[in-house]
């Protein structure tokens, strides 16, 4: 969120002369465009036929040194649409490119969190049409008239007027398990399997709790990062659910204590506490009180040093 909140003040700020401008011809080659060579990168790419929400940017603050500002690529892909240098850059060539972007990660420049940014901008200022759409996507057609699939990064787009009106996930993920999947697939896998075999096989309850884990991850605070070996399995996986609800003293009914710990848990028993009839469960490193309705009463730390609701 931080690095879209950046690009968006970057975007605006004005080059003027300090800048050069050069755009692909062809066979790895580029020619500098004097006439686009004032204004903002987001004016830029607007002469060149591409609406803020058309374009994604790579810049040289993630890149270290250069004297290449930063590189325009359209939405979902990897095409160049032009490419900002320093004003002393008068011509340019591909191993100028490729050495600023030796270290470019698609997956992580235009992640889910700044595709699906770019997707709902797209459909608040009227930008996204079918044909540019599907110059950067294959789509293929969806279950009703003017639905869409891209395949590739899991969404359904939909589109009125020849324009993208509505887009949701046809995966089923959200943009944090999405983010998982493409950056951490090997986690991913292992998260995925855990809940599948957790739900016998129901692949929507699964996807519902990767989904769950990886909003989780995503609010992790750093200081509970040194405590996820504790909630980690033997096959890898790690309950963020749980170490945020344990350490936040997050509400959780039973049912949802019993499913987001997926079975693994110790039942002690009818307790009294306080003139409360309550049910003991056990969860890592944390005791868990519950009332007769499900609703939990009470958390303490296993070693009786209560943590109290």
Avoid at 59 to 70: E, Q, T, W, Y
Avoid at 210 to 227: C, G, R, T
Avoid at 261 to 279: A, P, Q, S, V, W
């Amino acid at each position: 969120m931080r690095r879209i909140i950046y690009i968006l003040i970057f975007l605006l700020v004005p080059l003027f002369s300090l800048a050069n401008t050069f755009v692909p011809i062809g066979h790895g080659s580029y020619q500098r465009r004097i006439d686009l060579e004032k204004g903002s990168i987001n004016s830029t790419c607007d002469r060149l036929g591409y609406k803020k929400s058309m374009f994604y940017t790579y810049d040289a603050i993630m890149d270290g040194k250069s004297d290449i500002i930063c590189v325009c690529y359209k939405i979902f892909t990897q095409d160049i649409i032009c490419i900002i240098t320093d004003d002393n850059v008068t011509e340019l060539t591909n191993q100028d490119v490729d050495r600023f972007s030796k270290r470019f990660d698609f997956n992580h420049v235009f992640g889910p969190w700044e595709r699906e940014y770019h997707l709902t901008e797209g459909i608040n200022d009227k930008e996204l049409s079918y044909s540019f759409m599907s110059n950067v996507l294959d789509l293929k057609q969806g279950e009703s008239s003017g639905c869409f699939i891209a395949e590739s990064f899991g969404y359904r787009l939909f589109f009125k007027n020849n324009l993208l009106c509505k887009w949701e996930s046809s995966d089923g993920l959200n943009k944090n398990a999405k983010e998982w999947k493409e950056i951490n697939p090997d986690y991913y896998e292992i998260c995925y399997d855990k809940a599948l075999y957790y739900w016998k096989n129901d692949s929507i309850k699964a996807i519902q709790d990767v989904n769950m884990q990886a909003e989780a991850f995503s609010h992790l605070p750093v200081d509970l990062i040194k405590y996820k070996d504790f909630y980690k399995d033997e096959d890898g996986f790690i309950n963020y659910k749980m170490l945020i609800v344990t350490f936040h003293l997050c509400s959780i009914t039973l049912r949802d204590f019993k499913d987001n710990t997926y079975g693994d848990y110790y039942f002690f028993g009818k307790k009294m506490i306080r003139n409360h009839e309550l049910y003991k469960y056990r969860y890592k490193m944390c005791d868990f009180y519950f009332s007769k309705s499900g609703t939990l009463f009470n958390m303490s730390a296993s070693d009786h040093h209560k943590k109290v609701r």
